[in-house]
């Protein structure tokens, strides 16, 4: 079993639409969770960045993290087409510099 | 940018042949990571260097990967001897801080080809 599963997708939806995506994972240790954004044929850029459990909004985006149940998720509010790319999670335990990443989920929008 | 360069950005090579990448971070920053990201799958961390201090090197898949870096410079990993499961995108990332803890900046990323 993978440390961070996250569905690869594809995932397509009209423009406008709110778009969902998750990630779980099993290492109760993880205190860091972070989203990147990674268009084709370029580097991941961070995209939200969260501390333990709760939401944080940034724009169109909210960030949700559950830690009693292992699960964070993505809000896309108003998606537009620039945002097609591919989402990953992140994550970290306190004082570990590895990120563990789920495989990415691609995100395409219709105009 | 993420401050953060790479090169080649492309590189084929034939099977069996050494293959050596470049990451060029802006100055002031002392972490530097290395990931793997092969078709379709998530990032694989590979060596991460902190100033002076000996490397993390827990993820490199055989020793025929090496990564060097002197000081807060440019980083080069090395693959000798190139195998087709070697294709794959070789991310270079700074280390930054967020909220109080470390999070990384990646750079574009060089993409190996083993023919």
């Known amino acids: 079993q993978k440390e961070v599963e996250q569905d690869p997708g594809p995932l397509s939806v009209p423009e406008g639409a709110i778009v969902s995506l998750n990630c779980t994972y099993s290492n109760s240790a993880f205190q860091y969770f972070m989203w990147y954004r990674q268009y084709s044929r370029k580097g991941p850029e961070l995209l939200m960045y969260?501390?333990?459990?709760g939401n944080k909004e940034d724009g169109r985006f909210t960030a949700q993290v559950d830690k009693s149940s292992k699960y964070i998720s993505l809000f896309i509010r108003d998606s537009q087409p620039s945002d097609s790319a591919t989402y990953l999670c992140?994550?970290?335990?306190?004082?570990?510099?590895?990120?563990?990443f789920g495989a990415g989920t691609t995100v395409t929008v219709r105009a | 940018g993420a401050g953060v360069s790479q090169s080649p950005s492309n590189k084929v090579t034939e099977k069996g042949k050494d293959v050596e990448l470049r990451c060029d971070p802006i100055s002031g920053h002392t972490a530097l990571y290395w990931y793997r990201q092969r078709l379709g799958q998530g990032l694989e961390f590979l060596i991460y260097f902190q100033g002076n201090s000996a490397p993390d090197k827990s993820g490199l898949p055989s020793d025929r990967f090496s990564a060097e870096r002197t000081g807060e410079s440019v980083s080069t990993l090395t693959i000798q001897r190139t195998q087709q499961e070697d294709s794959a995108v070789y991310l270079c990332?700074?280390?930054?801080?967020?909220?109080?803890?470390?999070?990384?900046?990646f750079g574009p990323g060089t993409r190996l080809t083993v023919l």
């Open positions: 990332a700074r280390g930054g801080t967020a909220g109080g803890s470390d999070t990384q900046y």
């Open positions: 992140a994550m970290s335990a306190i004082g570990d510099y590895k990120l563990s």
């Open positions: 969260t501390y333990s459990s």
